[in-house]
């Protein structure tokens, strides 16, 4: 009867200690992840703001966490392509990628702004109303009438402008790219396609400078 | 007569680059400054190169000496003072002025070190959290507004550079250089800096 006790509780510290060491092989070190932070920040901006480098560095504040890791998946997938972004993500383990994403949620800087102010009332009516002509949904639909986004919908409000005309006119080359694996990034293909480059510049405009 | 008119026409072409700034303002200024970074702006010793480097860059860096904000010790000791009663539109004039001289490249770096330091410019080192410089720089480091041309640029003159950030001086508000080449140890530095010198 004893030795059977023995045993179960020596089975019991086992079963303990295995559980305990999976957890903790999958939660972050806090030093690491500070360290993950900062490189992230380097060029993302030390408020995740954006920053304006030779390629427009996009705002990662007040992003949705959910919408993060999906860019970061599709970057490592390479169903989203961009050379930088591949390499910076390929070494994020999933748990470091999950901590990430969802740290920027909290942060909240200014906008950096930078658009045309003269587009900004037209991208503003094109954002609340779409573009029935052209068959393009009002953005606020989805995005929200504030531009924050939800789950894997994406935050535009504070977005820097020349980023989001970049991503905008060149949707169909850099998302989706593996066809046996379709994600959502499909939704914003036909809109993408249905706005001009003015049109894109004047939603850019009006997002970039919302809170 | 005759013969003194092909060496009026050689004479004209010489001097002419020196006699479009011989009526400005700004000669004199430009007269100082080529004195430490060479008659072609090409750099000279400890003084880099000026020849091609974004004029908006230039501008600020100037900006910055002035108000003692880019603090390393050769700054300190030449260009706090060179900088120091420089009206604005003369900081104008000298930026455009020497952002508009095609640079030559310094090929002065480690050529065994190139490959290993084009890999650390344009793919970084993730695991080491070290970032691309490409991101900002340039895929060949021709530098965009006020972030400055790095190709090209001399070995002694990127090294020194990337040391003291990492030591802890300033260049500008808001550079997130510092942060950059605190990532950085001395191999990594070698590499770019040897790498960069032979980017055209």
């Known amino acids: 009867m004893m030795k059977i006790a023995v045993l179960h509780s020596a089975l019991r510290t086992a079963i303990l200690a295995a559980g305990l060491s999976i957890a903790l092989s999958q939660v972050v070190r806090a030093d690491d992840f500070q360290a993950k932070l900062l490189y992230c920040k380097t060029c993302h901006g030390l408020s995740g703001q954006g920053y304006h480098g030779y390629y427009p560095m996009p705002r990662l504040a007040g992003q949705q966490p959910q919408y993060l890791e999906n860019q970061l998946r599709a970057f490592i997938e390479h169903r989203r392509r961009n050379a930088i972004m591949a390499n910076v993500a390929h070494a994020l383990s999933p748990s470091m990628l999950s901590a990430l994403a969802h740290h920027f949620r909290d942060l909240n800087p200014p906008p950096l702004g930078g658009g045309s102010r003269g587009d900004i009332a037209t991208g503003r009516r094109m954002y609340e109303e779409g573009l029935p002509e052209s068959n393009v949904p009002a953005c606020s639909a989805c995005h929200g009438p504030d531009a924050r986004g939800q789950d894997q919908i994406p935050r535009l409000a504070g977005q820097l402008p020349d980023y989001f005309y970049s991503k905008l006119v060149n949707w169909s080359a850099e998302r989706g790219q593996d066809s046996s694996m379709p994600d959502s990034s499909a939704v914003m293909g036909p809109t993408s396609h249905n706005l001009t480059k003015s049109q894109i510049a004047a939603v850019a405009a009006y997002v970039s400078g919302l809170r | ?200």
């Open chain 2, 1 to 200: 007569m005759k013969r003194v008119w092909p060496k009026l026409v050689i004479l004209a072409i010489l001097c002419s680059p020196v006699s479009s700034w011989a009526g400005s303002s700004i000669a004199a200024s430009v007269r100082n400054c080529t004195w430490c970074h060479g008659t072609g702006a090409q750099g000279y010793t400890v003084a880099p190169r000026l020849a091609g480097q974004r004029s908006l860059y230039i501008e600020a860096q100037l900006r910055g000496y002035a108000a003692h904000i880019r603090d390393n010790p050769l700054s300190k000791q030449y260009m706090w003072s060179a900088a120091a009663n420089l009206r604005t539109d003369t900081v104008r004039d000298l930026a455009d002025y020497f952002a508009s001289l095609p640079p030559k490249t310094a090929h002065d770096g480690h050529w065994g070190l190139a490959a290993r330091g084009q890999a650390i410019y344009l793919q970084g080192i993730p695991e080491a959290n070290i970032a691309a410089c490409l991101a900002c720089h340039g895929p060949a480091g021709q530098g965009v507004r006020e972030i400055p041309r790095l190709g090209g640029l001399s070995y002694f003159y990127m090294k020194r550079r990337l040391q003291e950030w990492g030591q802890g001086y300033h260049s500008a508000p808001m550079s997130p250089m510092p942060l950059v080449a605190s990532t950085l140890g001395p191999d990594e530095i070698e590499a770019l800096a040897s790498y960069l010198s032979f980017v055209r």
